[in-house]
Each structure stands twice: as structure tokens, then as C-alpha cells.
């Protein structure tokens, strides 16, 4: 895990890269919802174009399902790609299977090229692309399309919540091209409809009481001359439809009755309608046929249109004046959950009846600015069951001679999904879903605001680093479930002893920060740095086991340690590294320590002199005698790095090792110890010395498969044995994927190493853990002989000895540095001793002498 005083500005800006292509989405969203906005077609090379800006993806295809094949309707391809669009114009989905079963399941797929089948992959070969993503376009659940994005970067791996957004953006596109396909259908049916529209001219005959013509005046296409008809009779003379209409009102009409008929008739341009009127006339009758078809074309085409509003997912409602619903389509009674035969009783009521009373001031100044121009809002609507939706709502006046009722028609839509996915995008980008605490975006605004505010009225900022401390050794005895409660749990605990001011987000990992804003009295801070300590350390059950975990904390105040947010941060960051370095389970404070100010920078420098060294060879191995308990004599010694800076002197490897695991050398330091160590242990060999050589294993060696017997080899290539060797292996590395590494730890028992189990009690491991090791010594971590002095301190030494004991393990305690403590584990009955009251670490032939002569003038 990166330590927190890595983090500089450039890493801050990298996180918040999440919340930057979130927005880049949001952009394309608009820009997708802008093209279906109006009249015009879309342009659909912009759709693309913005589906390829917000994916940053190097090639963007729409295809249309063709029957078999994919057809390419647009794309849009990068300027600067190398990719080329040849072999994707059209695709047959019978020689690419994968591509035709994620598009019949509407399965979104993102892929690799090597994770492809054959077929595909030489698709995506013959392009140059590496990674592929499809997106199959729904209508109702069925596929009409896909969406293609190619990259040429295999790395460019998209997370899921970017395939979240990715969906939601394709989903909108889908809505609107079958909205697109609708429009279209319709115009072309009012098309249709408006050619079969004829001639209006009315057609004016004279009839006989026996159904002759006498006398035709005008005419009409469907029908024959006016001349022609003159003297025949109707049946003869007209369409038998028309015809059989006029004789059966014939008599009712000489009797004196008016009468109506209405025919439809087909003529070369389509159908033709008629409306009849037969009058009573001296000796017969006359009639007076009207062509209506362009009325009844007219009433067609609204049919049409209500049928299409029917079942769109979109609810069109008409509005009078005042607000109060007048018509609305099927569509409403869906958005208000109702039954479609109850409709009709929501005719009548204000649509504000149904608006949720927090968004009714709004849609209020929306109808009232509507009457003269269009608007579109968002609000809350109540459905008949009490359950809230989100409706977008489009509004327009209607024109004043088109409706006496209505005044306005609205456009509504059921965006509670979208309107839910984008708070949730929002929470996800502003809050850690862990913890629910404010993450790194949410916590910057708020600083800045806290500083702004504090410059103008004179107060101060307080700003504290919070570092849980051993918790990767927790991750790795109990596993990231147990970890991930723990920092759950230590986010309530902390957020409890806050003021209501106050404001804890979680910035990464294992770390928190405190804000403190608008702080007059500064020992507030200290007061409130020791509530933060106490909480921490309240017990908690780790997996059926008691813990008191315990935190380091960092502090640091504007304006006193800094001039502005970053530097505050910087400020607490580098504050809780020293705490951290002091022992743990400890507070400072930045204006107590005077020359962390270019810790930072240092530090930098120092890991990049350390890394050149490493890569190099120049750092040394010095060794640390073991030494027996009961005579003084050196039994064993440990290899131990040793760096001398070539700008700042020694560097204590309390330093460089831990920067060596963050940048990813401790397993070239490693190697770097037994390339010195081993000619060094055949030189002793030589010289008639028989002491064994302790070497520490990093974490990454003991996972190696090879590992082992590359050990073996190294050591046969210096005429040494695995017995002349004891591995150190610290318990958290031991405890690190238990099961992997037991069966690592059994091969190096196999081939005749000792184990030694280092910092023993520091991690958590149970006794049958311990037994299973195959492990012959026990080291005992420093910090228990620390505190030898105290009672406590003394009982948990005890125990651990009599725990070592009682498994028959050789004891080794390390940290001894005085001759009480080694006269007090003498009496406990240790055997082994470790420690600067012995010697420190020394170069070989310093180690030589002690291994010769021994040091029973220390026990």
C-alpha cells in the first residue's frame, strides 16, 4: 500500500480522474440527448464522435441488424489511430458467433484480443485493435443494433462502473433511434395518406322516380363523365357500391325525406370518399355527392397519431390555462399507476394535485412562463399507490384557435432510473463506498471552503492525517472481509466523537483525514486529537477475536504551518509519517516538529538514491550476532543490509527497507544480501567456523515456486548446505495466503532448512498455525522486550516464552540492549539472545572476532 506521503499533487489529480470521465459521460449524454432534441435528422457520425469522446475508444461502430448481417450506418474513427475500418463495413453474423450471441441476448461483452474466438480475434487483428466492447441496441428487449468500441491499447480496461455509464449512454441512444424510426414511419404514413387525397369539386346528378339519371352536372376521376351518366340508370351508370346505397333510399326520399348516404370508393390514387345528400326535387330527386376524403384522410391521420401516443412509453397530456388536466394519453395512466378504465377521473384536477410539494413552486413558474414559450423541467410525481417518481416533463403552448380547452400540451417521461443513476454517480464520486464517509473530491471542496471562510473572519483550520497502524497484518491473518469491517467500524467510531462541524473522509486505504473548521481556541485541537486516539482504541471483535487496534495521528493548522489546502495536507500528511516512525499509537502535532517542513522532498530524493543503489550493488551486509543465553558464545548470525548514503551518510534500515518494499526492490535487496552473505559464510567454513547464517526471506520470495530450489543451487555453488542457513520469514509474510505459503515453508524443511519465525507477536497467528510452520525458532519482536520494564510487559514476555517452550522451539528475543533485561530472560529460562547490548550489527570481520571469542563478558 502506497504510504500517504506519496501522495502529491499529481497523485491527487490522478484521483480524480473517476470523477473527470464521469463528467466526460454526462457531456456525451447531452450531446446524444441534443441530436434527438430537434427537428432535423441527427447527425449520426456526431453520435459516434461523442460515444468515442466519452469511451475513449480509437473506433466507434454503429451497426443496424440487417436480417444475417450487420450493417455499418456510422463511425467514427480517431485521428490519430491506426486502425482501419475496411474489414468492419459489413459484418455476417454467421462467421462471427460471438458477436451474433451477445447481440440475441442483449449481453453487453468487453474482451481482449486473446480472450476472443479465432473468428473475432482475426477481425480485431485485421483492424490493429487490441480490445473490443459491444453494446447491443434494445427496442423493448429485442436487439435492432450494435455498438462496436475498439481500442488499439490493450490496457484500456473499463471498470464497471464505466460500463454502468457506458450502458446508460448506448440505452439512450437506442431510445432515441427507435423514436427516430417511429417518426419516420409516421411521416411517411401522413405521405401516404396525403396522395390519396383527390379532387373536392362537388359531383351534382338529377335522379327519376325510377332511379334514372335525367341530368349530371360536373365530375369527379372515380367516376364516369357527366355526359355518360345522362339517361342510364344508377345501377348501370355508377359504382354498384354507390349505386346499391342511392336505390335503398330512393322511396324514403320521393316520399319527402331527405336522406345521407356515405361510399367509399377506389380509385387510381387510392380510396375515395363520399358523402351523399338526397333531397326531394319536382317529378324526382336530386343529389349532391361531396368528396371527403381529405377529412377523412385528416381524421386518419390523427387516429393514426393518438394510436402512435398510445404506445409510446411517453404520456402527452393536454393543460388548461390553469393548470388543470384536460385529455391525456394512455401513456398516464401507466405513469400514474392507474387502471386505464379510471383515467377519466383524473380529468379535471391541477396536474399540481400529483406534483411532490417540495418541486411545486417550480413547476408552477414553469406553467405560467410556458403560455409563451416552451420549457422542460424535472419533478417529483406522486402515483396512485403514494410511491414518488422522477418525470421529465416537456411543455408547450398550444396555438389559441387549436383547442378552446387546452392551452398547453405536455411531453411525460419516467426518468426515476436515469434520475437514480445519476445521484448514485454523484454519491460515487463524492463519498467511499466502504465507509460512506467523503472521499479526496468531496473532502478538497471542503477545505478550500473552510480556508476561504477562516481568511475572512481571522480563524484557524485544523487538519489531521489518521493511519490505522498494523492493518495490513490484520488484512493478511483474517483476510480482507475482517479488514474492510474494521475500517468500517473505526469510521463510526471516529465520526462519533466529531463536532457536528467537523468532517472525516476516508483517503485511502487505511488512512483518514479530520477537518476541523472555524476553530477559535487551538487546544481544541489537542483535546479533540485524544478523543480521536481513545475511540480507535475501544475494543473490537476481529473474527471471534478481541483487538484493541490503535492509530497514528498526524495534525497541522492554517495559517499557523501552512498557506493554503495542499499545504495543510502536506503539512498533516508528512506530521503522521513521524507518528507513525515514533513508536505508533501516537499524536503529533506539525508545529512541534521544526524540520518536516522538506521531509517530503527528501524523501523523494532518498527512494530514488535507494533504488540507483540497490540496482547498483552498493549497499553492504553486515551481521548481528546471536548469542547463547548461558555462556555468551555466538551460535548463529544474522545478515542484515546496511546503506550508506552517499549524500546523507548511514541510512537506518528502518528507512530504506520499508522504501524498498514500497518501490518494489525487496526482493533485489534480498538477492543483493545472499550474493555478499554466502561467499562470506564458505570463507567462515574455510577458516574452521561452524556458526549458521540467519537470512531474512522477503514476502515475494517465499511466493516464488522456484524459489527454493534456486536456494539450493546458490548454496551448492559455494560448496554450502541447506543446513549451514536458518530463513527468517516474518509472521505476517507467513500468515499471507496461509495455505500457499505452508507448502512453501514444508519445502524448505524438506530440503533440510531451519525456519525461524521473525517479529513473533506481531501478527496473529493461532497455535496450530504456529505448529504447522515446520518452523524451529521463534524470534521475538523487539517491542516486547521494550517493555520489559513494566509488569504487563513482563507477563506477556513470560507467556511467550512458556509458549515457545511448550512447542520444543529454540527462542531467540531480539532488542536486547541491556544487561537486566538479558539477566531477567536468563531467569525465564531463554535461551538465545539478540541485541545492540551485545553488539550491533558489525562488518564480517568484526563478526569474525565475536564469533571466535564469544561474549560471555556481556551475560
Known sequence: MPHSSDWTPAALSAA?????RQQAYFDAFDRVVAQFAGFDAPDLEALVEALADASLADLVCLYRSDGPRLRLEAHWLTPDANASLLPMTTLRLSDHPLLADTLAVGMLLQRSLLELPIPEQMLLAGIGARRIVTLPLLDRGEPFGLLVFVNEDEARV??????????????QLAQGLVRLDVDAALRAERDRLAALVGATDDMVFELSAQGAIVRAWSGHPVMPHAAALEGRLLTQALPAELATLLVAKLPSVLAGEAATVECRLDGVQGPVWFEGRMRPAQDGVLVLL????????????QQALGDTLQVLGEAVIDLSRQGYLVRASAAWARLRGLDPRLIGADFGMPLLHWVHEQDVAAVQAVLTRTAAEPATLRFRLHRE??????????LLPLPAAADRAATLRGVLRDVTEMQLNQQQISRLALYDDLTRLPNRLMLDDALARA?????LS???????FIDLDH???INDAFGHRVGDQLLASMATRLSAVLREQDLLARWGGDEFVVLMPDLADPTQIRAMAELLRNAAREAVMLDGLEAHPSVSCGFAVFPDNAESGEELLSAADHTMYHAKHAGRNNVCFYGDILHLKALGREHVALQSRLSAAIRCERLGVFYQPVVSARDGGVIAVEALARWQDEQNGWISPELFVPMAEKVGLIQELSELVMQQAFPQLRAWRDAGLTQKLMLNISRSQLFSPVFVSLLVERLTAHRLRPHDV????TESAALNDYARQLKHLRQLASAGFQIAIDDFGTGYSSLAQVHEMRAQWLKVDVSFTQRLHTEAGRRVMQAIVQFGQGLGLDLVVEGVESLDAARYLQGLGVEYLQGFHFSEAVPAGVAELWMRLGLANKV
Open 16 to 20: 480524480a480522474a473517476p470523477f473527470a
Open 158 to 171: 473499463r471498470s464497471h462502473d464505466e460500463l454502468t455509464l457506458l450502458t446508460m449512454l448506448g440505452r
Open 290 to 301: 361531396r368528396d371527403v376524403s381529405s377529412s377523412r384522410l385528416e381524421a386518419l391521420q
Open 385 to 394: 399507490s403514494g410511491e414518488l417518481i422522477w418525470v421529465e416533463a416537456c
Open 451 to 455: 480556508i476561504a471562510d477562516a481568511r
Open 458 to 464: 481571522h480563524r484557524k483550520v485544523a487538519l489531521g
Open 471 to 473: 492493518f495490513k497484518q
Open 726 to 729: 536458518i530463513i527468517e520469514i
